[in-house]
């Protein structure tokens, strides 16, 4: 997704060539953007758990650079720069929601966030059916899953990373879960009220705020969307299955 996107266009800029692999059935939008940018993809698996193992042997047997999509210092510091400029643009805000995958963008934005402003309030939202980091900061254990249940393949994650989920237990204030019904209203009223086309885990984010609208009414929030890639299929279905707030 927007991660394999992301290290194709660096690794194009610097003359080289990102192999990026993403689950069997992956969605076509982001297989295309990627090759657009100059990456190799494979197909491998059923979901992203598959994916990073087989990356892992891949990097070994070709002796290429493994960059995970979470466990990364500089991965973090870099998705940090959406919550950097929230501040910059608004600094009085008292909330910021953010969807959770392997949690990267959300440690970023308790990192760049609070180091601001540490009364800023840091909400994840998680997909009710792909749980595993919002049960892992609940226990403050590592925790895995055999299997998740989630149409929003960018925060379909079974396992919590080991840097990030430290991370958030420190820094979060709080993690939440969402149903998929509750994505697809949001990705609907994204679209029908602000004309912004997100995908399921791109409007996770409005979900959650959606779900605390009472908690922070008066308030100015901000939630970060972070993924458009959308096919049209997925939009048919959302629209056959849900309607907008």
Known sequence: GNHGQSLAYAARAYGTQA???VPEGANSLKVTAMRRLGAEVIHFGQD??????ESKA???RNGALFIHSANEPLLVAGVATHTLEIMEEAPDVNAVFVAIGGGSGLCGACLAGKGINP???V???QSSGAPVV???WTARSLLRKDECDTF???IATREAFAMPARILWDTVDDIMLVSDADLRRAMLTLLETTHVLAEGAGAAGLAGLYQRRDRYAGKKVAVIVSGGNLTLDGLADAMNKERAW
């Open 134 to 136: 919002y049960e892992s």
């Open 119 to 121: 009364g800023l309030e």
């Open 123 to 125: 909400v994840g939202v």
């Open 152 to 154: 929003a393949e960018g």
């Open 58 to 60: 891949y990097a070994g």
């Open 19 to 21: 192999t990026v692999f």
């Open 48 to 53: 992203f758990d598959d994916c990073l193992m």
